[in-house]
C-alpha cells in the first residue's frame, strides 16, 4: 500500500487548489466584468488546458523547464536547479492543468450575480474592491466551492503531466496516479486494485462532504 | 456628517437644484435627449415605459454614461461632456433606490441599511442605523433578512438604505408599483414626511398619474426620449396642450372635430365631432371656421345622469345610451354612446345608486373648460 | 473452343489476382526500435506491396493489451520476457519466437557536458555537475532493469539513488536528458546511435558484464488478425539486409542457433 504516494497527491492537490484560490479569482473576476472586446481571447487561453492532451503540456512544460529555456535558466540561476523533477515543478504543471477548472466556475458565479446588487453598492459608496469582498464573493460561494473542488480532484487525478515533469521519484514526485500505473505495469494488479479502491473512495468522500456542506443557496 | 464626499464642496443651501442637460443615442436608434430642472422636493418623470426615464437615473447616479452634457448639483458638477469631468459613481452620493429594490439577499434587513455607513466609526454607524430604522418602522424587522420581509417592509429598507448615507439627490425607479393601496399611502406619506425635513431634490419615476397628484410638485413627461413637458401636476397633466401628454395623463376621450361656429363674446366655440351630429362648446382659440381640431375631454371629468338635467352651468348636455360598464378596482368604466362614444369614469357608489345597467338612456355633462384643444404636433 | 475456355480461364485468375488487395499487419515494437523497424518496414512494403502498421511504446503496455484482446501480428518486445511469458499462457505460438537481437546500454551526455566519458568511465555518474540521472523504471522497463544492475554492479546505486530520476519508457527517458532537465542518463544504445540523438550528446558503452544480457525477442500471438503475413514480415526481418539496419542501429545480432 502505497501510502507516501497517496499523501503526496493530497498535498500536491490541497496546495494547488490553494493557489488556484488565490490566482484563480482576480482572473475570474477580470474574464467576469470586462468589457474589453479582445477578451474572449483571454478566455480561449484560460481555457486551453482543457482541450491540450496533458502529455502535450507535459512536454511543454519539460522543455520549459530545461536549462535551454530561458525561464529555466532563471530558475537554475536563482535556486541551483531546475523546476524539473520537484513538487514545486508539479505544482506548477498542475496550476496550469487545472487553472481552467477554477477560473470557469468562478467566473459563472460571478457572473450569474445580479448586476443591480453591484450597482446599488456603487450608489452607496462602496468601491469596487469591497463590493468584490461584501456582496460578489458571498452570493458566488456555491461557484467558488465548486471550483475549489474540482480543481482538487482535478490535480488528484492528474497522471499525464506528472508522468512528462515528474520523473517518478518516490516522496517528491511519485504521486499515486504513477504509483497505479507503475504497479499496473509491473503486473502487480493486486496491489494497483488496492491503491486505485483508496483513491477512489477518499475521492467520493471529500467529494460528498463538500456537497453537503454547500447546500445553502441565496433566494431573491 | 456626510459620507462618501470625499472633498466635493457641499453645495450652498439656497441652491441645491439638480440639472440635468443630457445626450445619449442607442444601438437600434432610440435618443435620449432631456433637458429637466428638479428643485429640492418631489420632482416626477413621468411617462411610458422605453420613454427613457430609467435611463435618466442611471446618468445622474453615474451607472450610465451621456454622449455628451452636463449634470450638476447646486454648484457641484457631477459630469461635463466639454470638460471630460464624469465623477465616479462612488463619489456622487446619489442615492437610488431600484425598481427591484436590489437589497443584498444575504445581509439582514439592518446590515443593508448599514452597508453604505463603512467608512464610520461602529458606535457611530449604529446609532444612525437604529435611527432610520426607527424613522422607517422597520427596526422591529432589523434582524431579518429580505426574503423574510414583506414588499411594503423591503421597499422601506431600500429607501432607508440609500437615504441613510445623506444623499444630495435621491432617485426612485417606481418604488410603488407592487405595493397594494394601503401600502402605497403609507409609504407616500413616509417619503413626503422625510421630504419636509430633509428638502434634496428626488426625482420619482412613475407612470401611475395617481401618484403624480399624491406626491409630485413638479413633473417632467417624456416621452421617445424626449421632454415634452414641465411644471406642476396641474399644468401639465389636467391641461395638456400635446396629444401624447394627454394620452399618457389618461385623456381617454380624444376626437377629431371641426369648428363650425365661433362665438368671441362668450370665449367659446362649437365644435362638430367628426363622424357624428355631437357638437361640443369648446374654450375659444385662434381658429377659424370649418379648421380642424383635437380635442380631448378627461374621462373623470364628465358627469352621467339618469334623467335630462335641467338649470346647469354646463354648456355641453349629450344624451346617449350606455353600451359598456365595467368595474376595475374602485373605479367603474362606463362607455356612453351619444353619436361618439364617451368613456366616463365612475365610482361604484354611483353605478349602484343609479341603478346603472347596458343599454339604459342616460346624460353625459361636460364642462366647457374640461374640453381641452390638442396642439397639432409636428409631423 | 478449348483455347477460349483457357484463355478466359487465365484472364479471370489474372483479374482476380490483380483484384485482390494488398495485405496489411499491425506491429506492436518497443520504442527503441522506432528507427531501425520503421526503415525496415518501408524495405518490406516496396518489395511486396504490403502494408505494415507500426505502433511503438513500451513493452510492459503491449504485453498487458494482448493480455487483454489486442490483436497486433506481430510483437517486437524489448525483453525476451513477456514474448515466454504469452508463449506460456497460450497467448503466443511458441515456435514463432525469435530473438532479433540483444540490446545495450550507454551512459548519455548531451552535447555541452563538461563530463569526459573516455576518462570517467561509470564515475562520470559522481561528478558534482551532475544533479539528476535518467533511468528507465527498472520496475517494468527491461533496459531500466539493466540501468539498476549495472549500477548495482559497479556499486554506484546507493550513492547515486536519490538523485535517480524515472522515464516511463526508454524514449521518455531520453527525452529527460535530451531536454537538459536531467544531466546524464542511462539509455538504449540504439537510442544514442539514432539519427535524432546520434549528434545532440555523446555515449559510453557500459561494460556488457555488468548487466544481465537484454535478450530482445518477437513473437507472433494467436490473436493476430493476419498469421501468414505475420510470419511473411518476422521471415523479412531476418533477412541479411534487415539484419544489417538492426546492426546499423545498435542491436547486436545474437549468438546464430543451429
Not at chain 2, 426612485?172 to 413626503?192: C, F, G, H, K
Not at chain 2, 396642450?241 to 377629431?256: C, K, R, S
Not at chain 2, 363622424?275 to 375659444?284: F, R
Not at chain 3, 515456435?95 to 564515475?123: D, E, Q
Request: hydrophobic share 50%; net charge positive; glycine share 8%.
Amino acid at each position: 500500500m502505497s501510502w507516501q504516494a497517496l499523501a503526496l497527491s493530497v498535498k500536491l492537490a490541497a496546495i494547488v487548489s490553494a493557489v488556484l484560490f488565490v490566482v484563480g479569482m482576480p482572473i475570474a473576476y477580470w474574464i467576469a466584468s470586462s468589457r474589453w472586446r479582445w477578451r474572449f481571447l483571454v478566455e480561449a487561453v484560460v481555457a486551453l488546458p482543457l482541450v491540450l492532451p496533458p502529455t502535450v503540456l507535459g512536454f511543454y512544460l519539460l522543455v520549459a523547464m530545461g536549462p535551454r529555456s530561458p525561464l529555466g535558466r532563471l530558475w537554475l540561476r536563482a535556486f541551483g536547479h531546475t523546476l524539473s523533477f520537484t513538487l514545486e515543478g508539479l505544482v506548477l504543471a498542475s496550476l496550469l492543468y487545472s487553472l481552467p477548472f477554477a477560473v470557469q466556475p468562478f467566473a459563472a458565479a460571478f457572473r450569474s450575480v445580479d448586476r443591480q446588487l453591484v450597482n446599488a453598492s456603487a450608489t452607496l459608496g462602496v468601491s469596487r474592491l469591497r463590493t468584490f469582498a461584501r456582496v460578489i464573493v458571498p452570493l458566488s460561494s456555491a461557484g467558488i466551492i465548486t471550483g475549489l473542488v474540482l480543481s482538487f480532484a482535478h490535480t488528484l487525478g492528474e497522471f499525464g503531466v506528472v508522468l512528462m515533469v515528474g520523473g517518478n521519484i518516490p516522496g517528491v514526485t511519485r504521486t499515486v496516479s504513477i504509483d497505479i500505473y507503475d504497479q499496473v505495469q509491473s503486473l502487480n494488479y493486486a496491489a494497483a486494485n488496492q491503491t486505485a479502491l483508496l483513491l477512489l473512495a477518499i475521492s467520493f468522500i471529500t467529494l460528498s462532504v463538500v456537497y453537503a456542506v454547500n447546500r445553502k443557496v441565496w433566494v431573491l | 456628517m456626510k459620507v462618501g464626499t470625499d472633498g466635493d464642496a457641499e453645495a450652498p443651501a439656497g441652491n441645491r437644484a439638480l440639472s440635468v442637460h443630457i445626450q445619449k443615442g442607442f444601438p437600434g436608434g432610440f435618443e435620449l435627449a432631456a433637458e429637466l430642472e428638479a428643485p429640492a422636493g418631489i420632482t416626477i418623470l413621468f411617462g411610458r415605459s422605453g420613454s427613457g426615464k430609467t435611463t435618466i437615473l442611471g446618468c445622474v447616479a453615474g451607472l450610465l454614461a451621456p454622449d455628451a452634457g452636463r449634470i450638476a448639483v447646486g454648484s457641484r458638477v457631477l459630469f461635463d461632456h466639454a470638460q471630460r469631468l464624469n465623477v465616479p459613481v462612488v463619489r456622487r452620493n446619489v442615492g437610488y433606490v431600484f425598481q427591484d429594490l436590489a437589497l443584498f439577499p444575504h445581509l439582514t434587513a439592518e446590515q443593508n441599511v448599514a452597508y453604505g455607513l463603512g467608512r464610520l466609526a461602529a458606535g457611530e454607524r449604529q446609532h444612525q442605523v437604529q435611527a432610520m430604522l426607527e424613522q422607517f418602522r422597520i427596526a422591529h424587522l432589523a434582524g431579518r433578512k429580505p426574503a423574510e420581509l414583506s414588499g411594503g417592509e423591503r421597499q422601506r429598507v431600500a429607501l432607508a438604505r440609500s437615504l441613510v448615507i445623506e444623499p444630495q439627490v435621491l432617485l426612485l425607479d417606481e418604488p410603488l408599483a407592487a405595493l397594494d393601496l394601503p401600502t402605497q399611502s403609507q409609504l407616500i406619506a413616509d417619503l413626503r414626511r422625510w421630504n419636509r425635513e430633509h428638502q434634496i431634490p428626488i426625482l420619482y419615476v412613475t407612470h401611475s398619474q395617481r401618484e403624480v397628484f399624491a406626491l409630485g410638485e413638479r413633473v417632467v413627461v417624456l416621452d421617445a426620449g424626449k421632454v415634452l413637458a414641465q411644471g406642476t401636476p396641474q399644468q401639465v397633466l389636467r391641461a395638456p396642450l400635446q396629444e401624447t401628454v394627454a394620452q399618457l395623463a389618461g385623456f381617454e376621450n380624444i376626437f377629431d372635430a371641426r369648428v363650425i361656429a365661433l362665438h368671441p363674446p362668450h370665449g367659446t366655440m362649437t365644435c362638430r365631432l367628426e363622424g357624428s351630429s355631437v357638437e361640443l362648446e369648446v374654450p375659444l382659440a385662434k381658429a377659424v371656421v370649418g379648421e380642424a381640431a383635437r380635442i380631448a375631454v378627461n374621462a373623470g371629468d364628465i358627469l352621467m345622469a339618469v334623467e335630462r338635467p335641467r338649470g346647469l352651468s354646463a354648456r355641453n348636455v349629450l344624451a346617449g345610451r350606455l353600451v359598456g360598464l365595467e368595474q376595475e378596482g374602485i373605479t367603474v368604466h362606463a362607455r356612453v354612446d351619444c353619436g361618439v362614444v364617451f368613456q366616463v369614469k365612475l365610482t361604484p357608489t354611483a353605478r349602484e345608486s343609479l341603478a346603472l345597467a347596458v343599454g339604459r338612456e342616460v346624460w353625459l355633462v361636460i364642462k366647457t373648460y374640461s374640453c381641452h384643444l390638442l396642439e397639432s404636433e409636428p409631423g | 473452343m478449348k483455347n477460349v475456355r483457357l484463355g478466359s480461364l487465365v484472364l479471370l485468375i489474372l483479374l482476380v489476382a490483380k483484384a485482390a488487395p494488398a495485405g496489411e499487419i499491425t506491429v506492436a515494437a518497443a520504442s527503441d526500435l522506432t528507427f531501425a523497424l520503421t526503415e525496415i518496414a518501408h524495405g518490406y512494403e516496396q518489395k511486396t506491396g504490403n502494408r505494415v502498421k507500426l505502433a511503438f511504446g513500451s513493452s510492459g503496455n503491449f504485453f498487458a493489451q494482448i493480455q487483454n484482446g489486442a490483436t497486433f501480428d506481430v510483437f517486437f518486445s524489448a525483453d525476451v520476457e513477456y514474448p515466454r511469458k504469452l508463449a506460456a499462457s497460450g497467448l503466443a505460438a511458441a515456435p514463432t519466437l525469435w530473438v532479433y537481437g540483444t540490446g545495450r546500454i550507454v551512459l548519455w551526455a548531451p552535447a555541452g557536458s563538461p563530463l569526459n566519458f573516455g576518462k570517467l568511465g561509470m564515475k562520470a555518474l559522481l561528478d558534482p555537475s551532475v544533479q539528476k540521472i535518467a533511468i528507465a523504471n527498472p520496475a517494468h522497463a527491461p533496459y531500466g532493469r539493466a540501468a539498476k544492475a549495472a549500477l548495482e554492479r559497479f556499486k554506484l546505486y546507493d550513492q547515486v539513488r536519490d538523485k535517480l530520476v524515472l522515464g516511463e519508457n526508454i524514449s521518455q527517458t531520453a527525452q529527460f536528458v535530451a531536454s537538459g532537465n536531467a544531466q546524464i542518463g542511462i539509455l538504449a544504445l540504439s537510442l544514442a546511435v539514432a539519427p535524432t540523438l546520434k549528434d545532440k550528446g555523446t555515449y559510453w558503452e557500459v561494460p556488457i558484464d555488468s548487466y544481465p544480457p537484454l535478450e530482445q525477442a518477437a513473437v507472433i500471438p494467436t490473436a493476430a488478425t493476419d498469421k501468414a503475413l505475420a510470419r511473411a514480415f518476422l521471415d523479412y526481418v531476418r533477412t541479411p539486409e534487415a539484419r544489417a539496419i538492426l546492426r546499423q542501429y545498435g542491436f547486436q545480432p545474437p549468438p546464430e542457433k543451429p
